[in-house]
């Protein structure tokens, strides 16, 4: 996960860029850093440099990685010539070179020749059973087919070698929740929390999950990781001060109060209720109205 100072680095060496500040090559060189997904302002910028000889040949080694990088800008703007040229000044400089391959058949995949671009990953695995980019094209390739059931396969297969990817333990959870598969879902969470305990936004799907899938016990956690959310972003997550609200009346509903950790609830309630509504008040007060009758229809009972 990127930082909130990272990302406003980026942010900020873009506007710089965008108004023609320079540093051109420092914003791509951070974006490929920080593995961001930006395609259009690198395909842009990428092309700028690659277009002018003196800035291109000032690279020196680092022209190839910028080919590559542009290359694959190119495929996701769905720019195939841009694309094929790139590649093609890399298949020159470095004939018979797997990398190169990979871009190849990334080629294949963006042009939807599925059944050319399958058999190209395949046989690049011959080689290299492990290569982490060509098992999760596989499996995002089976996903844009549509075909879920071996997206999820592949994605098991890969977090069987590769168990701490984030990325593949979320996308994966995605999908469950998408096919409303949420206790495989809270599984895959359960991993991110563990490996990132400090991104709310883990917690925040987690407590999603389980307050969907109901019962006591369920709604009891959510609550906790629902709080947990809230302490990880200063109080400032709307989403989980509502979650709050959810789960301490739904609580109090399916154990009559009879539990005297959820007989505590009406505290935190009225405490995630008055921040809400103060958060509506500055944000969005022509919903305030919307709001304090939802917080109505939720006021506990014992």
């Not at 690198?42 to 000889?53: A, E, R």
């Not at 000032?58 to 010539?81: F, H, K, N, R, S």
Request: glycine letters at 6%; charged letters at 25%.
């Amino acid at each position: 996960m990127v930082s909130k100072t990272e990302e406003e680095e980026v942010n900020e060496l873009e506007n710089e860029v965008d108004n023609g500040g320079g540093g051109a090559w420092e914003y791509l060189s951070l974006v490929r850093k920080l593995k961001l997904r930006r395609p259009n302002k690198v395909l842009k910028h990428g092309l700028s440099i690659l277009n002018h000889p003196s800035k291109r040949s000032a690279l020196g080694p680092d022209e190839w990685t910028l080919y590559e990088q542009v290359a694959t800008a190119a495929m996701d703007c769905q720019c195939i010539d841009v694309a094929k040229d790139c590649i093609k000044v890399l298949q020159k400089k470095f004939p018979g070179s797997k990398r190169v391959g990979r871009l190849e058949a990334m080629l294949l995949e963006a042009k939807g020749s599925w059944a050319e671009a399958d058999k190209a990953y395949s046989n690049l695995l011959e080689e290299n059973p492990l290569d982490q980019v060509i098992l999760k094209r596989r499996a995002a390739m089976a996903k844009a087919q549509g075909n879920i059931s071996l997206a999820i396969e592949r994605l098991n297969q890969y977090i069987e070698v590769f168990m701490a990817d984030p990325d593949a333990w979320r996308e994966l959870a995605e999908i469950y929740v998408s096919l409303q598969m949420y206790k495989q879902a809270a599984f895959c969470y359960e991993e991110l929390i563990l490996s990132q305990p400090m991104v709310p936004l883990f917690h925040l799907a987690y407590a999603d999950v389980l307050y969907t899938l109901g019962g006591l016990e369920n709604i009891q956690t959510a609550k906790r990781y629902y709080a947990s959310t809230i302490d990880l972003t200063g109080g400032k997550n709307v989403r989980a001060l509502l979650g709050i609200c959810l789960c301490t009346s739904a609580i109090m509903q399916l154990s009559k109060g009879r539990n005297k950790e959820d007989k505590d609830g009406s505290e935190l309630h009225s405490l995630a209720s008055t921040a809400l509504e103060k958060n509506y008040k500055k944000l969005s007060p022509n919903n305030l109205p919307l709001l304090t009758s939802t917080l109505r229809s939720l006021k506990l009972q014992s």
